[in-house]
């Protein structure tokens, strides 16, 4: 078979219905991760001891279990217990878990790095704690966070390739069904490297305009991107 049929009228477009369900586990799972990750960085930083205790345990956990394992266990092992997932969800709902945990330390980091005395201001100006936070405190932090939330957010993108081993046909699943029924390996998975590669830039490129917008004018990397 000639190579530029088997690319344009085989490949393409069965790894586009795979890019396609790819970009639905994406958009599906980062917006759930992302406010999952504020909820466990608050509550850790700012809960009462319960609270945090409970938020440092979640990311223990999460962050010691391999992410296959933990598919396996919401994929197979639930319904040992009545509750069953589809493959879709149950991806899903593994990648928030996982995406959750990871932005939590990063948020909670750029929590720590905010001056205690802007709390104090805040409570100054009567406000209450988490009008504070909420207001003040959290809003500098997400923007701090964002090269780490970004970092995030592209390995996302690629360990979004582990939901076929749960029969999602994602990207690099429908490369490997045309690789294994054509045993055209190396081509496949060489536009498979390809189509990833495409989407990290988009969003390396996206996350750099996003952080000169929101940079606080006035500081050096403001005034930077000012200058460029």
Do not use: H
Not at 15 to 38: D, E, H, K, N, R
Not at 174 to 182: C, D, E, F, N, S
Not at 200 to 209: D, K, L
């Amino acid at each position: 078979m000639d190579q530029a049929v088997f690319v344009f009228d085989i490949l393409l477009p069965a790894l586009m219905q795979g890019l396609v369900v790819t970009l639905q586990l994406i958009a599906c799972s980062a917006p759930f991760g992302l406010a999952l990750g504020i909820a466990v960085a608050v509550g850790r930083q700012y809960g009462g001891r319960a609270v945090s205790s409970a938020c440092k345990m979640f990311v223990f956990l999460i962050k010691g279990t391999p992410l296959l394992l933990l598919l396996f266990i919401l994929y197979f092992g639930l319904p040992a217990i009545g509750i069953t997932f589809t493959a879709f969800v149950a991806s899903v709902v593994g990648f928030i878990l996982c995406n959750g945990a990871y932005n939590a330390e990063y948020i909670r980091g750029a929590l720590i790095s905010i001056k205690e005395g802007q709390m104090v201001a805040a409570q100054a100006l009567g406000m209450t704690r988490w009008q504070a936070i909420r207001n003040v405190i959290l809003p500098q932090a997400l923007r701090r966070a964002i090269p780490g939330l970004s970092n995030e957010f592209i390995y996302l993108i690629k360990y979004s390739s582990l939901a076929y081993m749960l029969t999602v046909i994602e990207l690099s699943g429908a490369g490997k069904l045309v690789a294994t029924k054509y045993f055209t390996y190396t081509e496949s998975f060489a536009v498979v490297g390809v189509v990833y590669l495409v989407l990290v830039t988009i969003t390396t490129v996206a996350v750099s305009i996003l952080e000169k917008r929101v940079a606080v004018p006035g500081t050096t990397r403001a005034a930077t991107a000012a200058q460029l």
